[in-house]
């Protein structure tokens, strides 16, 4: 839907939309007057939707919240939108009314040209900026007005040198005062996330001082700015100034906050964002996806390519079982061997991930020359540079290379040679001075010690020092074998990897570069400093991205431009890079080309994913991009998309209030991270090992017994740890974490290609056996969910309160209807069936019903003729007129039998009714939530969970709430609705509407009535 923003200004180039949830409120009347100059908004240096969000922040920032503290503001507009124009008038709105010093916060010190560019492009060249690096403890004095760029990494900077400040944070703090009411921009504040820790987790050094600056300037005004800076409720622990927990408000602590939101999923996001927007603290807008495509390219796996994945998956097994022989042999203490697996199965899943993305280069390869011979350009999209690898492999070759360094390789070689549980006895009695040649004693411990990384304090009889001898028995002399036995695997392991390294795949980003023409023909806007080239004479050498006429600090922005200018078609970018810059086919810029952006590699997160996808799609394009995903046919690498998926999901729920946001892109389907996918995976791990029955059969192309004996799926899972054999027994067991969607997707990557698609396909096609049962039965999830309903009536809107709707609904189908949906049927089984046997109170047998219309279960068409006979149309139109009408006033107990227990005694029966009544709470519901539910449930005698629903009204009206079901009698709800006008200052409103096609839907969050039979 497209935005009506505060009308002054002129419109922002480019269709900017907003999610229907949040369209669906309004945020409080506006009442503030901006200061800025009448030239910028007549000129359009500022667009109308970019002065709303400027009027809006700075009528929060006249707002206290209960404890004293200054209220702030959350802009959560899309990548693309112009938040950096919108930051830079907010600093200068403040800036012109004598609040002369602010602070900007962004993830790189490169964007410190951009927040200047932004400053003068808006007017207000007169406002200089400051990068916080080059202002030296002694010189703070001298800076007396502007504003401060830093990175969240100089925030929690040390000085090393002394000074007056030890902090960067304290000379901050000293440049603000005690009193400082300026702005603070925390620019990208995705990169706070992480306040509040989960499970044995600490929280970052980052999200502490962000949070500690808040509270040290409580005056400031305080302004979030990210399009992905909310995406899960646990990351806005660092948003304290927003008033949604603390004192004065429903929810005490964060914890507290956090605990009401996540039990009950999205649906309760989307509530928050919707929330916010009407208390006038959030405003979240994102550029139209029109002309934008989305392309998943399936890439084949070669044979040559699956036999080095086979080959890499047997060195792991037999890896894993080193380290356990190794680890058994050292007598290891419990917290080292904590530790070891820790980094074993990191290392694990970083090797298998290279292996992933090593399979799709050479179709990314292909696909790059294609674009660019087609008159586009190209924007590959990493995560990762593999540089720390070649830094090692260099050290190794003392400076020299003879090939391109395999990251994968690296891996699991730093992995063995520092995680090993063998130490190397040579270095250590160095260290100790300990004379090896007379050493013969046991040192079952020595692993401990090489992790601590300390001397050993030993006792008479356990160290001999040079020159002395010591007398042991044959106790010690099995020590000593066993660490030369654990000494000798690890050489063993070593030498694998280095008969494996041959077929192992180069680094990813040095082969794209080299494949597409070199650093002359690729644009590299990374982390790294330096890269691996191949030379004219056919040789390989490391050597410096660093030019002469161009710094380091500046080689990203200068590459960037060379992108922009057209000099290069293709461009590589990686998270370093992802956040702030704009590589879009802008309007202003000579590369006017379409672009194509390809992610080579799935971000771990979709807050990167959004930043990445973002650099491509922004404000003021001449053509909107093209996206593509390649994702190799490894089940494995679902992982990472499933990942992004349920991000993604949530992303669109709670960054825009609508989870239907980006619901509709292809990876959603990739999303197994859910109550679903849990139930799914449970039921096949037990399978498995016979603990359950299976839902659905193994796929029929897998070679072999699914279930019986040691199957090579059953010996695929005990390769990477997900089931357990006891050591005497025999007896399978499965892991603790055996139902963790993360760790299943993760560990099966160490599976043989056959085994690991079969694994995958049979958990797919179980999770797809658990989603249509769960429809089947009425309880299918759908978060929240859409009505379309007929009503002309108007529909008030109370501005920081919470009002019920009661909403009654049309939902019968009449004989008309019926007859017209029939017509468009031409199955041989599809007609009217009329019921033949009584007494089973729980089936449902029409897909559309007179009375209910369309049913939410579905039934087996053997179910159905078991009940019903199929009759001709002219037989079954009386009964269905008959239903149709008497049940506009009489439930269906009254209608099969006569009589209704629950009228008998002068209550109120809705069950099979045409107009079915629902209580919609709207508006501010976040803050009665808990009330609201305590209310009912008190009542009820159960535990409430409040579905959210969204209706639409057929001229255009929309209520979006939580839907009160009647779990009690009319009288005594409507009692309780009193109440909770009474004690939560809630409005109550009456609603009618019709909606014979939507009124099941609508019934979806209502337990299935049952349906009584003749």
Same mark, same amino acid.
């Given at each position: 839907?497209?935005?009506?923003?505060?009308?002054?200004?002129?419109?922002h180039?480019?269709?900017?939309?907003?999610?229907?949830?949040?369209?669906?409120?309004?945020?409080?009347?506006?009442?503030?007057?901006?200061?800025?100059?009448?030239?910028?908004?007549?000129?359009?240096?500022?667009?109308?939707?970019?002065?709303?969000?400027?009027?809006?922040?700075?009528?929060?920032?006249?707002?206290?919240?209960?404890?004293?503290?200054?209220?702030?503001?959350?802009?959560?507009?899309?990548?693309?939108?112009?938040?950096?124009?919108?930051?830079?008038?907010?600093?200068?709105?403040?800036?012109?009314?004598?609040?002369?010093?602010?602070?900007?916060?962004?993830?790189?010190?490169?964007?410190?040209?951009?927040?200047?560019?932004?400053?003068?492009?808006? /007017?207000?060249?007169?406002?200089p900026?400051?990068?916080?690096?080059?202002?030296?403890?002694?010189?703070?004095?001298?800076?007396?007005?502007?504003?401060?760029?830093?990175?969240?990494?100089?925030?929690?900077?040390?000085?090393?040198?002394g000074?007056?400040?030890k902090?960067?944070?304290?000379?901050?703090?000293?440049?603000?005062?005690?009193?400082?009411?300026?702005?603070?921009?925390?620019?990208?504040?995705?990169?706070?996330?992480?306040?509040?820790?989960? *499970?044995?987790?600490?929280?970052?050094?980052?999200?502490?001082?962000?949070?500690?600056l808040?509270?040290?300037?409580p005056?400031?005004?305080?302004?979030?700015?990210?399009?992905?800076?909310?995406?899960?409720?646990?990351?806005?622990?660092?948003m304290?100034?927003?008033?949604?927990?603390?004192?004065?408000?429903?929810?005490?602590?964060?914890?507290?906050?956090?605990?009401?939101?996540?039990?009950?999923?999205?649906g309760?996001?989307?509530?928050?964002?919707?929330?916010?927007?009407?208390?006038g603290?959030?405003?979240?807008?994102?550029?139209?996806?029109?002309?934008?495509?989305?392309?998943?390219? @399936?890439?084949?796996?070669?044979?040559?390519?699956?036999k080095m994945?086979?080959?890499?998956?047997?060195?792991?097994?037999?890896?894993?079982?080193?380290?356990?022989?190794?680890?058994?042999?050292?007598?290891?203490?419990?917290?080292?061997?904590?530790?070891?697996? /820790?980094?074993?199965?990191?290392?694990?899943q970083?090797?298998?991930?290279?292996?992933?993305?090593a399979?799709?280069?050479?179709?990314?390869?292909?696909?790059?020359?294609e674009e660019?011979?087609?008159?586009?350009?190209v924007?590959?999209?990493? @995560?990762?540079?593999?540089?720390?690898?070649?830094?090692e492999?260099?050290?190794?070759?003392?400076?020299?290379?003879?090939?391109?360094?395999?990251?994968?390789k690296?891996?699991?070689?730093?992995?063995?040679?520092?995680?090993?549980?063998?130490?190397?006895?040579?270095?250590?009695?160095?260290?100790?001075?300990?004379?090896?040649?007379?050493?013969?004693i046991?040192?079952?411990?020595?692993?401990?010690?090489?992790?601590?990384?300390?001397?050993?304090?030993?006792?008479?009889?356990?160290?001999?020092?040079?020159?002395?001898?010591?007398?042991?028995?044959?106790?010690?002399?099995?020590?000593?074998?066993?660490?030369?036995?654990?000494?000798?695997?690890?050489?063993?392991?070593?030498?694998q990897?280095?008969?494996?390294?041959?077929?192992?795949?180069?680094?990813?980003?040095?082969?794209?570069?080299?494949?597409?023409?070199?650093?002359?023909?690729?644009?590299?806007?990374?982390?790294?400093?330096?890269?691996?080239?191949?030379?004219?004479?056919?040789?390989?050498?490391?050597?410096?991205?660093?030019?002469?006429?161009?710094?380091?600090?500046?080689?990203?922005?200068?590459?960037k431009?060379?992108?922009?200018?057209?000099?290069?078609?293709?461009?590589?970018?990686?998270?370093?890079?992802?956040? /702030?810059?704009?590589?879009?086919?802008?309007?202003?810029v000579?590369?006017?080309?379409?672009?194509?952006?390809?992610?080579?590699?799935?971000?771990?997160?979709?807050?990167?994913?959004?930043?990445?996808?973002?650099?491509?799609?922004?404000?003021?394009?001449?053509?909107?991009?093209?996206?593509?995903?390649?994702?190799?046919?490894?089940?494995?690498?679902?992982?990472?998309?499933?990942?992004?998926?349920?991000?993604?999901?949530?992303?669109?729920?709670?960054?825009?209030?609508?989870?239907?946001?980006?619901?509709?892109?292809?990876?959603?389907?990739?999303?197994?991270?859910?109550?679903?996918?849990?139930?799914?995976?449970?039921?096949?791990m037990?399978?498995?090992?016979?603990?359950?029955?299976?839902?659905?059969?193994?796929?029929?192309?897998?070679?072999?017994?699914?279930?019986? *004996?040691?199957?090579?799926?059953?010996?695929?899972?005990?390769?990477?740890?997900?089931?357990?054999?006891?050591?005497?027994?025999?007896?399978?067991?499965?892991?603790?974490?055996?139902?963790? %969607?993360?760790?299943?997707?993760?560990?099966?990557?160490?599976?043989?290609?056959?085994?690991q698609?079969?694994?995958?396909?049979?958990?797919?096609d179980?999770?797809?056996?658990?989603?249509?049962?769960?429809?089947?039965?009425?309880?299918?999830?759908?978060?929240?969910?859409?009505?379309?309903?007929?009503?002309?009536?108007? %529909?008030f809107?109370?501005?920081?309160?919470?009002?019920?709707c009661?909403?009654s609904?049309e939902?019968g189908?009449?004989?008309?209807?019926?007859?017209h949906?029939?017509?468009?049927?031409?199955?041989?089984?599809?007609?009217?069936?009329?019921?033949?046997?009584?007494?089973?109170?729980?089936?449902?047998?029409?897909?559309?019903?007179p009375?209910?219309?369309?049913?939410?279960?579905?039934?087996?068409?053997?179910?159905?003729?078991?009940?019903?006979?199929?009759?001709?149309?002219?037989?079954?139109?009386?009964?269905?007129?008959?239903q149709? @009408?008497?049940?506009?006033?009489?439930?269906?107990?009254?209608?099969?039998?006569?009589n209704?227990?629950?009228?008998?005694?002068?209550?109120?029966?809705?069950?099979?009714?045409?107009?079915?009544?629902?209580?919609?709470?709207?508006?501010?519901?976040?803050?009665?939530?808990?009330?609201?539910?305590?209310?009912?449930?008190?009542?009820?005698?159960?535990?409430?969970?409040?579905? %959210?629903?969204?209706?639409?009204?057929?001229?255009g009206?929309?209520?979006?709430g939580?839907?009160?079901?009647?779990?009690? /009698?009319?009288?005594?709800?409507?009692?309780?609705?009193?109440?909770l006008?009474?004690?939560?200052?809630?409005f109550?409103?009456?609603?009618?509407?019709? *909606?014979?096609?939507?009124?099941?839907?609508?019934?979806?969050?209502?337990?299935?009535?049952?349906?009584?039979?003749?």
């Amino acid at each position: 839907m497209l935005l009506v923003p505060v009308r002054i200004g002129l419109r922002h180039p480019d269709p900017v939309v907003e999610t229907s949830s949040l369209s669906s409120v309004n945020p409080p009347n506006v009442w503030y007057r901006m200061s800025i100059p009448e030239e910028t908004i007549d000129r359009g240096w500022l667009s109308a939707l970019q002065l709303e969000a400027i009027t809006y922040a700075s009528q929060q920032h006249e707002t206290f919240l209960p404890n004293g503290d200054r209220a702030s503001y959350l802009i959560g507009d899309g990548a693309g939108v112009g938040k950096g124009r919108t930051i830079a008038g907010i600093i200068y709105e403040n800036y012109l009314l004598g609040r002369k010093r602010s602070l900007w916060f962004s993830v790189s010190n490169d964007l410190k040209y951009d927040a200047e560019r932004d400053l003068k492009d808006i /007017g207000a060249k007169n406002i200089p900026v400051y990068s916080l690096n080059k202002i030296s403890s002694k010189h703070n004095g001298s800076v007396k007005k502007g504003v401060i760029f830093a990175t969240y990494s100089s925030l929690i900077g040390e000085s090393q040198s002394g000074g007056k400040y030890k902090t960067r944070f304290k000379q901050l703090l000293h440049w603000c005062g005690q009193a400082f009411d300026g702005v603070i921009v925390y620019d990208e504040c995705h990169k706070a996330k992480n306040v509040c820790p989960i *499970g044995s987790s600490k929280p970052t050094k980052t999200g502490l001082a962000v949070l500690e600056l808040q509270n040290k300037l409580p005056k400031a005004r305080v302004v979030y700015a990210s399009a992905t800076g909310a995406s899960e409720p646990r990351n806005m622990a660092y948003m304290s100034r927003l008033g949604i927990w603390g004192e004065g408000t429903p929810f005490r602590e964060f914890s507290n906050f956090i605990q009401a939101v996540e039990r009950r999923g999205v649906g309760a996001m989307e509530i928050v964002a919707m929330d916010m927007k009407l208390r006038g603290m959030y405003i979240a807008r994102q550029l139209s996806f029109t002309g934008v495509t989305f392309k998943i390219e @399936q890439v084949p796996l070669t044979t040559h390519y699956i036999k080095m994945y086979n080959k890499s998956v047997h060195l792991w097994v037999a890896a894993r079982e080193k380290f356990q022989a190794a680890a058994n042999l050292m007598d290891a203490e419990q917290r080292m061997k904590k530790s070891m697996w /820790g980094q074993f199965w990191s290392a694990h899943q970083r090797f298998f991930k290279y292996l992933c993305i090593a399979s799709k280069v050479r179709r990314v390869v292909q696909l790059a020359r294609e674009e660019v011979k087609n008159g586009k350009c190209v924007v590959i999209g990493l @995560q990762s540079t593999g540089e720390a690898r070649t830094l090692e492999a260099l050290e190794e070759g003392g400076g020299e290379l003879n090939d391109f360094v395999s990251t994968a390789k690296g891996v699991l070689q730093s992995l063995v040679e520092k995680h090993f549980p063998a130490p190397d006895r040579e270095k250590l009695f160095s260290l100790l001075g300990i004379d090896l040649p007379v050493m013969k004693i046991p040192f079952p411990s020595e692993a401990a010690a090489e992790q601590k990384g300390k001397k050993r304090k030993g006792t008479p009889g356990q160290l001999a020092r040079k020159g002395q001898s010591l007398e042991v028995d044959d106790s010690c002399m099995t020590s000593q074998d066993a660490v030369e036995d654990a000494q000798q695997m690890k050489r063993d392991l070593l030498d694998q990897l280095d008969k494996l390294a041959q077929d192992l795949p180069p680094n990813t980003l040095d082969e794209l570069i080299d494949e597409l023409g070199g650093p002359d023909n690729v644009a590299e806007m990374t982390g790294r400093k330096g890269r691996v080239v191949s030379n004219d004479d056919g040789s390989i050498s490391y050597e410096s991205r660093s030019e002469l006429d161009v710094p380091v600090e500046i080689l990203n922005l200068t590459e960037k431009q060379r992108f922009m200018d057209g000099e290069k078609n293709i461009a590589i970018i990686s998270e370093a890079a992802s956040s /702030g810059i704009s590589l879009q086919a802008d309007r202003r810029v000579k590369n006017q080309r379409r672009r194509v952006h390809m992610t080579l590699e799935l971000p771990w997160s979709a807050d990167r994913a959004i930043q990445q996808f973002g650099r491509t799609h922004r404000s003021n394009q001449v053509t909107a991009p093209e996206y593509v995903f390649l994702i190799s046919e490894l089940a494995g690498e679902q992982r990472f998309a499933s990942i992004v998926a349920k991000r993604l999901e949530s992303l669109g729920a709670l960054t825009h209030g609508d989870r239907r946001a980006t619901e509709t892109r292809d990876l959603s389907r990739f999303n197994f991270d859910n109550k679903y996918g849990r139930n799914a995976l449970e039921i096949v791990m037990k399978s498995i090992v016979n603990l359950d029955f299976p839902l659905v059969n193994p796929p029929s192309n897998f070679e072999g017994d699914f279930y019986k *004996g040691m199957s090579q799926i059953l010996h695929g899972l005990i390769g990477v740890g997900l089931i357990h054999v006891d050591d005497r027994s025999g007896i399978l067991s499965l892991d603790k974490d055996y139902n963790n %969607i993360g760790k299943f997707l993760n560990r099966i990557l160490g599976m043989a290609v056959q085994e690991q698609n079969a694994l995958f396909q049979y958990f797919s096609d179980t999770l797809a056996a658990v989603i249509q049962n769960a429809k089947k039965n009425g309880r299918y999830d759908m978060g929240i969910l859409g009505k379309e309903l007929s009503c002309s009536l108007a %529909i008030f809107h109370f501005v920081n309160t919470v009002s019920v709707c009661q909403v009654s609904v049309e939902r019968g189908m009449s004989w008309e209807d019926a007859t017209h949906a029939w017509a468009e049927q031409s199955g041989p089984d599809d007609g009217f069936y009329v019921q033949v046997l009584k007494d089973q109170p729980d089936r449902l047998f029409l897909v559309y019903r007179p009375n209910t219309g369309k049913q939410l279960k579905l039934e087996a068409y053997a179910d159905i003729k078991k009940k019903c006979k199929k009759v001709l149309s002219d037989d079954a139109k009386q009964h269905w007129m008959d239903q149709y @009408q008497s049940s506009a006033e009489i439930c269906s107990h009254a209608y099969w039998r006569g009589n209704c227990k629950k009228v008998s005694v002068g209550l109120h029966c809705e069950v099979g009714l045409r107009c079915r009544t629902y209580y919609v709470l709207c508006g501010s519901v976040l803050s009665v939530w808990t009330k609201v539910e305590g209310v009912l449930a008190s009542v009820s005698g159960t535990n409430i969970k409040m579905q %959210i629903v969204r209706l639409r009204t057929e001229d255009g009206q929309r209520i979006v709430g939580k839907l009160m079901l009647e779990v009690f /009698g009319q009288k005594q709800f409507m009692k309780n609705i009193y109440y909770l006008v009474a004690t939560c200052n809630v409005f109550y409103q009456r609603i009618s509407a019709t *909606g014979r096609s939507a009124a099941a839907e609508v019934a979806a969050a209502a337990p299935s009535e049952p349906q009584p039979h003749a």
